[in-house]
T-cell receptor, first 116, second 110 residues
Framework: DTGVSQDPRHKITKRGQNVTFRCDPI?????LYWYRQTLGQGPEFLTY????????KSRLLSDRFSAERPKGSFSTLEIQRTEQGDSAMYLC??????????????FGPGTRLTVT | KQEVTQIPAALSVPEGENLVLNCSFT??????LQWFRQDPGKGLTSLLL???SQREQTSGRLNASLDKSSGRSTLYIAASQPGDSATYLC?????????WGAGTKLIIKP
């Protein structure tokens, strides 16, 4: 297994455009998480899925943001009508829901979004 | 509301020194605590995970401790090397989410 992958790694877009990011988790992991990280700060939780169900969304996730995880495999995060404040690194992580409750999250390389 | 603080925000030490990075959190009801490394412009590499029932974890030159009652964790790096230069982040886990500190930027001078 190659770990969590994200695509694209970098995205530059103009304000007002829509963008979509993809995350492929570790294959046997049933939980998938999205975080956002701005320069000089720690990541902030956005949302998470258990299998295909989106179980929690942060208040940071405005109505311009939508995430899906069809069939409980890969996930997409779409941002509509991008704003300059959306410029950040978008990080995806996955974990098992394990019997030992370790909840260790494994992170992908991130997608860096720049809105001009 | 859980808040995570990392002090210092930046640290510069000569190669070979042992050093300690600090992480504090306000709510002791955590599932685990993870330490991560982040290189500039890159994603996150997990270094150590400490379960809430554990007091410490070790991996190579790294040792992380956890004291839930006082809301503190430390990451000890022995015999630092220039390749250890990075930002180190701690994150406390509670069920589905990690809550993060802002990180300590570490520079190891050759």
């Amino acid at each position: 297994d190659t770990g969590v992958s994200q695509d694209p790694r970098h995205k530059i877009t103009k304000r007002g455009q829509n963008v979509t990011f993809r995350c492929d988790p570790i294959s046997e992991h049933n939980r998938l998480y999205w975080y956002r990280q701005t320069l000089g700060q720690g990541p902030e939780f956005l949302t998470y899925f258990q299998n295909e169900a989106q179980l929690e969304k942060s208040r940071l996730l405005s109505d311009r943001f939508s995430a899906e995880r069809p069939k409980g495999s890969f996930s997409t995060l779409e941002i509509q009508r991008t704003e300059q404040g959306d410029s950040a690194m978008y990080l995806c992580a996955s974990s098992l829901l394990p019997a030992d409750s370790s909840y260790e999250q494994y992170f992908g390389p991130g997608t860096r979004l720049t809105v001009t | 509301k859980q808040e995570v603080t990392q002090i210092p925000a930046a640290l510069s030490v000569p190669e070979g020194e042992n050093l300690v990075l600090n992480c504090s959190f306000t709510d002791s009801a955590i599932y685990n605590l993870q330490w991560f490394r982040q290189d500039p412009g890159k994603g996150l590499t997990s270094l150590l995970l400490i379960q809430s029932s554990q007091r410490e974890q070790t991996s190579g030159r790294l040792n992380a401790s956890l004291d839930k009652s006082s809301g503190r964790s430390t990451l000890y790096i022995a015999a630092s090397q220039p390749g250890d230069s990075a930002t180190y982040l701690c994150a406390v886990g509670r069920n589905y989410q990690l809550i993060w500190g802002a990180g300590t930027k570490l520079i190891i001078k050759p």
